[in-house]
Structures are given as C-alpha cells and as structure tokens.
C-alpha cells in the first residue's frame, strides 16, 4: 500500500523552528517529485515548497522563501521541510504529496496541488506564544 506520513508537527513560538518529514512507504521516492502544501482554518489549501525527484531543483512560495529550507534523502525514501523564523501566519496543517516525476526538475505545473495523486493525512503546527 503506497503511503505518505508526516510528522514533526507541533506547538512553537513566533520565531522558533520546526522540522517536517514525509516518509514513503510502499514505494520508491526516487521517481517522484515532492510538494508541501498548508491549509489553515477557513483557507484554501496553498503550495510551500517544492522538490525534483533526485534534489536538483527546489521552490519556495515567495511567504516562506529565506525562512524554509527543503531537502531529502531518498536512501531514507523521506523529504524533509526544515521551518525557522516561525510566524503566528504559518499556523496550519501541512501536507506533503507526491507525484511521478522521471526527470530532476521542477516545471510550473509541479506548483499546482491537482498535479499530486499521493497525500499524507498532514500534520499540525501551531505558532503561538
């Protein structure tokens, strides 16, 4: 069974730092691509960061650009987001997904979450003092 889980989640203060991870089980992450995504109450969900198949190329959405950092180890078969310099705005529910990718790049319909056909169930972080 092809499965995505986040954890990492958590309670942080304004200013503090948080690491993701999304672990694959099920299958191989060396021929996909990854994105995070977030959703807080009330909003649509929206892209954060975005990562080619081998690590050759990252994204960032311009609100987290300078601030996060994504990275993987596919020996691991897991991506991590690490988060720094937390804000009270970045409280929601992040989801990482996969989609198949045979190629270490990223191009612009890679940023869209209807290109994605494997989610995690997310993870909840909370800025707040």
């Known amino acids: 069974q092809l499965q995505l889980v986040e954890s990492g989640g958590g309670l942080v203060q304004p200013g503090g730092s948080l690491r993701l991870s999304c672990a694959a089980s099920g299958f191989s992450l060396d021929y996909y691509a990854i994105g995070w995504f977030r959703q807080a109450p009330g909003k649509e969900r929206e892209g954060v960061s975005w990562?080619?198949?081998?690590?050759?190329?990252?994204e960032y959405a311009d609100s987290v650009k300078g601030r996060f950092t994504i990275s993987r180890d596919n020996a691991k078969n897991t991506v991590y987001l690490q988060m720094n310099s937390l804000k009270p705005e970045d409280t929601a529910v992040y989801y990482c997904?996969?989609?198949?990718?045979?190629?270490?790049?990223?191009?612009?319909?890679?940023?869209?979450?209807?290109?994605?056909?494997?989610w995690g169930q997310g993870t909840q972080v909370t800025v707040s003092s």
């Open positions: 997904a996969a989609r198949r990718s045979y190629s270490d790049t990223l191009i612009k319909s890679y940023f869209s979450e209807y290109e994605y056909g494997y």
């Open positions: 990562i080619s198949n081998r690590g050759g190329s990252t």
